[in-house]
C-alpha cells in the first residue's frame, strides 16, 4: 500500500495566518479557502467586511487548484492568450489566487483567495504557499 503525505488542519490554519498576515500588510479584505486533497473545504475564514460572493469564489479556486493540479493563474493565462476551451472545462476559475498545496511532490490540498484584484490574490496566496 502506498503512503502520501496529507494536509492537517494545522497546515490549514499555518496556511492562512500566513495569507492572512500578507492581506493584513496591504490591507486587503480576503476569503481565505483551504481544500483537502479531494477538494473538499477543509478551512475558511473571512475578513468580517468581505464581499459575500468571494466565499464561493475563493472556495472554486481552492478546488480548481487541487482538481487541475496547478495555479488557477495557467488558465487565467490560457484565456487571456485565446485559448478559451479553458472557460468550458467543468471547475474552472480562469482568474489567479488559487494554488495547489504541494508537499514532497504530491499535491495535498489546495488555497484559494478571493475579494481583490486577481493578481493580488496571487500575492497573498504566495504568502500562504510559502509558509507550508
Known amino acids: 500500500m502506498a ?10 490554519k499555518r496556511v ?4 492572512e498576515a500578507e492581506a493584513r500588510a496591504n490591507e486587503w479584505k ?8 479531494g477538494g473538499h473545504l477543509l ?3 473571512r475578513t468580517h467586511d468581505t464581499q459575500f ?25 490560457a484565456v487571456l492568450g485565446g485559448r478559451l476551451i479553458h472557460l468550458a ?4 476559475i480562469p482568474a489567479e489566487g488559487g494554488v495547489p498545496l ?6 495535498v490540498g489546495g488555497l484559494g483567495i478571493s475579494g481583490v484584484r ?10 500562504g504557499v510559502d509558509a507550508l
Open 16 to 19: 492562512a495566518a500566513a495569507a
Open 102 to 107: 504541494i508537499r514532497d511532490g504530491i499535491v
Open 89 to 92: 472545462l467543468p471547475g474552472v
Open 43 to 45: 478551512y475558511l475564514q
Open 30 to 37: 480576503v476569503v481565505i479557502a483551504i481544500a483537502d486533497d
Open 53 to 77: 460572493g468571494s466565499v464561493e469564489t475563493a472556495i472554486a479556486k481552492a478546488h480548481a487548484a487541487v482538481a487541475f493540479q496547478r495555479p488557477t493563474k495557467a488558465s487565467e493565462d
Open 3 to 12: 503512503n502520501k503525505p496529507i494536509l492537517t488542519l494545522d497546515d490549514a
Open 118 to 127: 486577481s493578481f493580488q490574490d496571487g500575492q497573498i496566496a504566495q504568502a
